[in-house]
């Protein structure tokens, strides 16, 4: 049996454009995400792969239940836009289990980590069409920005302890 890792990942729309990075090792524009640490909620890994990978904060717009229980022991996370599972070629190859979530961009700039990633772009949905894309990567980039742009939620991404 393959080994399996949850992993987070954010599209992250800013108007009508998402936000690609072209990543070093794997030599592909993919959205920023990563590994859920252990003891660490998808929604915080998600939050912080995006703030690592392109300094930006976001707003998650994937769906949340409300009311939230106004209890102690129990509280309400966002579901995922969807889950994949990816094989990943490395030494030993490995599976990641991914939570793919939709994002809203707050102000800034987003700004490269060069550790992992030589470029980033926003691409538009016009330039999605012909961009050298996985296929699920400009499925998933057009989805997020029909779904973002269509959200009339503000802020979402509020994490209480």
């Known amino acids: 049996m393959k080994e399996r890792h949850f ?27 990563g590994h859920i640490d252990p003891g660490e909620l998808p929604e915080e890994a998600l939050l912080r792969e995006i703030r690592e990978e392109t300094g930006l904060e976001v707003d998650i717009v994937s769906p949340l239940r409300a009311p939230d229980p106004g209890s102690k022991r129990v509280r309400y996370l966002h579901v995922p836009n969807h889950i994949q599972l990816e094989d990943i070629p490395s030494d030993p190859p490995h599976q990641h289990i991914d939570l793919i979530f939709y994002c809203r961009a707050k102000d800034g700039e987003a700004v490269i980590s060069p550790k992992e990633h030589e470029q980033l772009r926003w691409y538009s949905l016009i330039e999605l069409k012909n ?21 009339r939620s503000i802020g979402s991404s509020d994490l209480r302890a």
């Open 7 to 33: 992993v987070a990942t954010g599209y992250v729309v800013r108007g009508d454009k998402t936000l690609l990075l072209y990543h070093k090792k794997l030599r592909m524009w993919l959205p920023p995400g």
């Open 131 to 151: 961009a050298p894309l996985e296929e699920e990567v400009r499925v998933s980039s057009i989805d997020a920005i029909e779904h973002v742009m269509n959200d």
